[in-house]
Structures are given as C-alpha cells and as structure tokens.
C-alpha cells in the first residue's frame, strides 16, 4: 500500500523531477499547454540570450571575467537560471526558480523547431546552445556538477584523496597544467577511456586499467561532447518531423520567422520623419550606412535601376532612417528617369510598390525595415542583384577589394576577413563599424542596419542622440511588420487567418516590369 502510494505521488507531479537541477541535457520536451503569446515570449528571449553569447564570444575570451559578468546580468534580465544555491534542492524548491527553469526547459525546445530547418540553422543553434551550457556548468558547484553527472547517467566519480596521493607524480605528469599544488586543490574524475578519446589522443590525462583521471577544469570536455551529440541528433530527429509541426497553421508563421527573427528596437515607428533631406543621403551614405546599404546606394547611383529585392531593402532602410512617402517618391523617380525607365513607366509600375512600402496601399500595413537576421537569411542575390549582406554573400576576395576602396586598413580587412570565416557576419559589420569610425568598441550588438545608422549618427554627432521614438515597443518585428497597428497582439497570434496576414510578403507589389 505504501509503495503504491508513493508511485501516486511521483506521477502526480512529473515536473519535480525534470527541474531538480537548474541545469539539463533536454532530453525530454514539455508535455504541458501554453499559449502562444507565452509560446512566442518564451522563444525571443532565447534568442536574445543565444545572440547575446554570440556577440560575446568573439568580444572576449570565453569564461573570462567580463565575460561571464555581461552574461550573468543577461540571465537576470530574461529570467533564466543563472547562479544555483549551494542547496540546489531548496533553490528549486522556490516558484521563482521553477518559473526560471520551466521557461529554460520549454524555450530550447521552441528553437529546436525553429532552427532545424536547414544545415546552416543547426550549426549555429548547436554552437551558441554549446557555449551557453560550457558556462552553465562552470558555474556549477563541485557537488552539483557531481549530481548533474549522475542524474544523467554519466557514473563519473571523483577519485578518493588517498588514490590522489598515492598517483600524485602521475596526475602531474600526465595532465596538462596540473602541477603538485593543483592537485591537491582539485577533484579528479575516473572515467571509462572511450568516453575521452579526444583527451586520450592529445595525451592530456592519465591512463591506468581502462580509466583515464580527468582533472576537475577538463570535465566539461567530456560533458559538451556528450551535450553535442545528443542535440544534432536531436535536431536530426526534429527536422524529419516537421511536416507534422508545419501542418498545425497557428505555429508555421511563427517558426518560419524565429530563425531569422529580429528582436530590439523597432525602427518603423519615428519621430524625425522628414528630418533627412534628399541632398543629404549621398553625403550619409559614405559616412552612415552599413555596408549593406551604401552597395545598394551606389549601385542605384550607377546603374539608376535596382530590382526588386535590392528596391525593398533599400527602400525599408530609407523610411526608417527618416525619409517621407513624398521624398521617396521623388527619390526614386529622379533615379531612374535617368536609366531606361521615363516617368510615366515609373508611376505605372513602380510607384504603387512604394506607396504600399509606406502603408498607403493594399491592406495599408506598416512595413518595417530589414533586419540583419532577414538580410542574411532570406532571399540571397542572384547575378545582377545587389541587395543582401556583403558579408555573407560575397566572395571574400571581392569582399576584400570592396573594403579596400573603401579605405579599411589591411589589418582590418584581416580582422572582418576572420570574422567572416567563422560565419560572425553580424560581428563582421559591426567592426567594420569600428574601423569606419576609429573607435575601439562599439559598445552595442548590431542587430539592424537602422540601428548601425543611428549609432554613427551618436558618434558622429559626439555622443548626441538622434530623436527617435525610444519608447517603442521591442517585438517580433519579422512576424508583426504586416499586423495593423490597432490589432491587439494576442487576437493576432490565436487567429491562423491573422497569422498568415502578419507574414505576407511583397513580392507580388513589386515585380519587375
């Protein structure tokens, strides 16, 4: 009777046993309902938190002290668990803790579905996923480390501190950066050899009866490889599986979107409309526009044509940066009259795409400017375009005579050339930003081409602000850039209908003639 009890109590409430530990190898997914807004909420702060480990991991040394202080205060703003109690069972046992672990636990399984998808997708989830957990488990307690390892099957145990002296001149000579004091200062685990092959083969550790003794720093070796394996595999088996998850049309529209999300400031809504004069944008362009924009510029100023995809980002850009439906309609007129196009061609086929841009035609949404995420992950160029991300999309010795001509130094061309061959194309521009402006840090993470546009602006202006909306509200802007402004938000995401109209795309306003 008393057995029959307790297996009562322990099905009644599965959950205790998944968040016993604030860390884990999300092995399991939730089983519980959510609502999408909770769904959505969940999934954008992940991202915020696997971009914020990005951006700092090519900043500054992995582990370091302000590495691991810039991404504790990330932890405390999302409200993910961050820093365990000694006594993680009485940390756990806090509905705040819980609610922290809850959201770490479903909020990984979201991003699953979203960055499944393709080869490039999973490479960076996994990279990012594994960064984040190599901090986590640093963080850890010598005794929580120790539990976290056995309550995931791992039966690694550290070695008794007579074994530690009896093999003392061994564990020196055998470990790397392990000396007499270290030792004695340290835990050692005893593991099976073919769960460390990878230190085995570098002879970092000792070797004795089919165990190797792993010094307490080089633990967490064993732990990623096994937390990576696992998640390709699992991401493996996620992406066979979603036509199933695609069929579901409340959860489509959203996934399709978190992979190239973006989540900061929205640059739709701004007060210095009609601020920036036309005279002024080939003088901005050299000194303010990204990379991105000022190639799309000067293309347009050359050839006095763009196509569509180069017209849509370039076109979003200028209205975020401040330009009116009227001065971009001149804009663009007065361009291309001067190529093969005359006005009354340009009012027929071109002038409705621009209107529409602003909000002024169709179903008058307000359409927000390309973020760095969409310009890298949607509608790559095809020979004679010019839009998209010279840092993705370029060749990297065309990239180089590009930087060039304008005038980086060769060290730093190097410096983007590296960060481009880690696939850091983010991180690329913002040191191109750096360089452009001779300062040493930027001190922001470039998420927007708007955004690199305003923070010149600051710098230029010597620390000034540019008026701007600054209260704005920070959204899924790739999902609501098509929503009405008056739409409530959770009507928008419990309606399929609503869903398919926040991600309808442009492409049928803006063919080429």
């Known amino acids: 009777m008393q057995f029959s009890s307790r297996r009562r109590k322990l099905v009644s409430n599965p959950q205790t046993e998944l968040y016993g530990h604030s860390l884990q190898f999300y092995g399991e997914p939730p089983l519980e309902n959510m609502s999408l807004a909770e769904f959505e909420t969940f999934a954008v702060d992940r991202l915020k938190l696997l971009k914020t480990v990005e951006n700092l991991g090519v900043s500054y040394v992995k582990l370091s002290e302000p590495y691991a202080k810039k991404l504790e205060s990330e932890f405390k703003n999302l409200s993910f668990p961050y820093r365990p ?62 539990e976290f390892l056995h309550r995931n099957n791992l039966q690694y145990d550290t070695i008794s501190v007579e074994e530690k002296k009896s093999l003392l001149d061994k564990l020196v000579n055998s470990s790397y950066a392990v000396s007499g004091i270290t030792v004695e200062d340290q835990d050692f685990y005893k593991v099976p050899f073919q769960d460390a092959l990878d230190l085995v083969r570098t002879r970092k550790v000792y070797l004795k009866a089919g165990y190797v003794y792993i010094p307490h720093q080089d633990i967490v070796t064993i732990v990623l490889n096994d937390f990576r394996t696992r998640l390709s595999k699992a991401l493996a088996l996620t992406a066979r599986s979603l036509p199933a998850v695609h069929s579901d049309e409340r959860l489509q529209p959203l996934l399709n979107h978190l992979s190239h999300a973006y989540v900061g400031q929205d640059y739709s809504i701004q007060k210095n409309v009609g601020k920036i004069s036309l005279e002024q944008i080939d003088s901005l362009s050299g000194k303010s526009f990204p990379l991105c924009m000022r190639q799309l510029h000067q293309s347009l100023r050359e050839n006095h044509h763009l196509r569509h995809g180069g017209r849509m980002q370039y076109g979003l850009f200028l209205k975020g940066i401040g330009l009116s439906l009227e001065q971009a309609l001149q804009f663009w007129r007065s361009e291309f009259i001067r190529g093969k196009v005359d006005a009354d061609k340009f009012d027929k086929a071109y002038a409705y795409g621009i209107r529409h841009m602003f909000g002024k035609e169709g179903k008058r949404a307000d359409y927000t400017p390309y973020s760095c995420m969409k310009v890298i992950l949607s509608n790559a160029p095809s020979q004679g375009d010019h839009h998209g991300c010279p840092f993705r999309h370029s060749d990297p010795e065309l990239l180089k005579q590009k930087l060039q001509f304008y005038k980086v130094s060769p060290s730093g061309i190097s410096q983007i050339l590296e960060l481009v061959k880690g696939m850091h194309y983010q991180l690329a521009c913002q040191k191109y930003f750096e360089l452009t402006h001779n300062i040493e840090d930027a001190n922001f993470s470039l998420n927007h081409p708007n955004q690199y546009f305003i923070e010149s602006q600051r710098v230029l202006g010597g620390g000034k602000d ?48």
Request: glycine letters at 2%; hydrophobic letters at 35%.
């Open 85 to 146: 109690e000694a006594d993680d069972r009485k940390a756990q046992s806090g509905p705040n803790e819980y609610d922290k672990r809850r959201k770490d636990h479903i909020s990984h399984f979201i991003l699953r579905l979203a960055y499944c998808q393709t080869e490039e997708l999973r490479r960076w989830f996994i990279q990012q996923e594994v960064d984040l957990f190599r901090y986590r488990f640093n963080e850890l307690l010598a005794k929580q480390k120790l």
């Open 466 to 513: 540019m008026k701007r909306e600054m209260d704005a509200p920070q959204r899924l802007q790739e999902i609501s850039a098509a929503k009405g402004n008056n739409t409530p938000r959770e009507a928008a995401t419990n309606d399929p209908q609503g869903l398919a109209e926040m991600t309808e795309d442009l492409d049928s306003f803006f063919q080429d003639a």
